[in-house]
């Protein structure tokens, strides 16, 4: 070992041992975009962030209109319940205007035979 000479161990024989020099090279080349490449990847990165604010704003507005439909049904829903007690209060109010009614048809035809009855038997119906 005079002279500075240094012996390598036998490598072993079921492996086989890559030269770092190959990996470095591949980084090096991989790490290392081409300028054309940096200029598609920034127009490329700029058109997703066009299309991303675009399908936003879409959201945005698709949002908005959903929020007015919204507020236009629940309207249109207490409108129609309120018509509805409305309507079931008059039903109520012409039931009982229908009882008030049969029950003066009833007193008149009572009177009309009592009358009859007093005139001494003449029937003014038919």
Do not use: C
């Amino acid at each position: 070992m005079k002279g500075g000479f240094i012996m390598k161990k036998p490598a072993k024989k079921g492996k086989k041992v890559e030269p770092k020099t190959r990996k470095v090279a591949k980084s090096k080349a991989a790490g290392k975009p081409k300028k054309d490449e940096v200029a598609l990847l920034k127009q490329q990165m700029a058109k997703v962030k066009r299309e991303s604010n675009a399908k936003g704003k879409e959201a945005e507005v698709a949002k908005k209109l959903l929020g007015q439909r919204e507020a236009e049904l629940n309207r249109v829903k207490d409108e129609a319940e309120y018509k509805n007690r409305q309507l079931a209060s008059k039903e109520v109010d012409i039931e009982s205007y229908k009882r008030i009614t049969e029950e003066k048809i009833f007193q008149l035809e009572a009177k009309v035979k009592e009358l009859e009855a007093k005139v001494g038997g003449s029937s003014f119906t038919s």
